[in-house]
């Protein structure tokens, strides 16, 4: 059976906010154990700091249960070959805001609008 996420791979999840004050928040992590589309991830939290309107990578890994198939996120499976604790987020020329490791990885993030 072709399972569509397994236990190595690495995500970008997007919480959508529910409202314009939320809390703007995304998950970078790798999959430890997944059943169905529910996943156990351990990885980076990033959250937008609204005075700045960059997003900062809290420092210590977090694990997360996440289930992928739930409305509520925008997920991207990432090549198994970034490092995340490398991944941070900047602004690119002609791109805009991508999430980066500052080598070959970068995740153009803009079309889920200015506030992702």
Do not use: Q, W
């Amino acid at each position: 059976m072709l399972m569509v996420i397994e236990n190595g791979n690495k995500v970008h999840v997007i919480y959508r906010a529910l409202y314009d004050s939320s809390t703007r928040r995304h998950f970078l992590g790798e999959v430890v154990a997944a059943d169905g589309a529910l996943c156990r991830l351990e990885g980076y939290v990033f959250v937008l700091d609204p005075e700045s309107d960059l997003y900062k990578k809290k420092p210590e890994k977090r694990i997360t249960i996440i289930d992928l198939a739930e409305s509520g996120y925008i997920v991207n499976v990432l090549d198994k070959n970034v490092v995340l604790a490398d991944v941070t987020y900047k602004y690119l020329e002609n791109i805009g805001r991508v999430a980066t490791d500052g080598k070959d990885f970068i995740l153009d993030i803009n079309e889920f609008g200015p506030k992702s």
